[in-house]
């Protein structure tokens, strides 16, 4: 039987890791805002349907997210064009999550734009964080200055 040190030994997140987190989540509910005010405008003010506005302003903010975590939150020095293709490779998979959130939150749930948003702003991010951190930017930090 393993003792409480060591399991919290095995459950503890360095320094590093942790500031990561911190700023992967500073980004991401910047991002996260912007995506459900977005979304929500372009459903209930432009009469988009649920999943289109959900990928309009998921999309809009692609560019923006890929250079903020790039260069903050995990402080990729690996080549450009690698880390952009895998970028999108990415959030298409994410992109068509979102898109279906969307729309069976509004039209099978019965949900308003803001709370299928809002769940698409939640559940995003946690898968996001993971597949960018593993694979998307594989961890070659840049120098502090």
Same mark, same amino acid.
């Given at each position: 039987? +393993?003792?409480?040190?060591?399991?919290?030994?095995?459950? !503890?997140?360095?320094?590093k890791t942790y500031a990561?987190?911190?700023?992967? =989540?500073?980004?991401?509910?910047? $991002?996260?805002?912007?995506?459900?005010?977005?979304? %929500?405008?372009?459903?209930?003010?432009?009469? @988009?349907?649920?999943?289109? !506005?959900?990928?309009?302003?998921?999309?809009?903010?692609?560019? #923006? /997210?890929?250079? =903020?975590? &790039?260069?903050?939150?995990? +402080?990729?020095?690996?080549?450009?064009?690698?880390?952009? &293709?895998?970028?999108?490779?990415?959030?298409?998979?994410?992109?068509? #999550?979102? %898109?279906?959130?969307?729309?069976?939150?509004?039209?099978?749930?019965?949900?308003?734009?803001?709370?299928?948003?809002?769940?698409?702003?939640? @559940? !995003?991010?946690?898968? /996001?964080?993971?597949?960018? +951190?593993?694979? #998307?930017?594989?961890?070659t930090p840049m120098t $502090?200055?």
């Open positions: 039987m +393993r003792t409480a040190r060591e399991i919290t030994d095995t459950l !503890a997140v360095s320094d990561q987190v911190i700023r992967f =989540a500073i980004i991401g509910a910047i $991002s996260s805002g912007l995506y459900v005010v977005l979304a %929500s405008v372009l459903a209930d003010a432009v009469g @988009l349907r649920p999943g289109l !506005a959900g990928a309009a302003a998921y999309i809009s903010l692609l560019p #923006v /997210n890929f250079l =903020a975590h &790039k260069r903050t939150t995990f +402080r990729s020095r690996q080549p450009f064009l690698q880390e952009v &293709k895998r970028f999108l490779s990415l959030h298409g998979a994410t992109l068509v #999550v979102s %898109s279906a959130v969307m729309e069976i939150g509004m039209t099978l749930m019965g949900w308003s734009s803001w709370a299928s948003a809002l769940a698409v702003a939640v @559940l !995003a991010p946690a898968i /996001n964080f993971l597949a960018m +951190r593993y694979w #998307v930017f594989r961890h $502090s200055a």
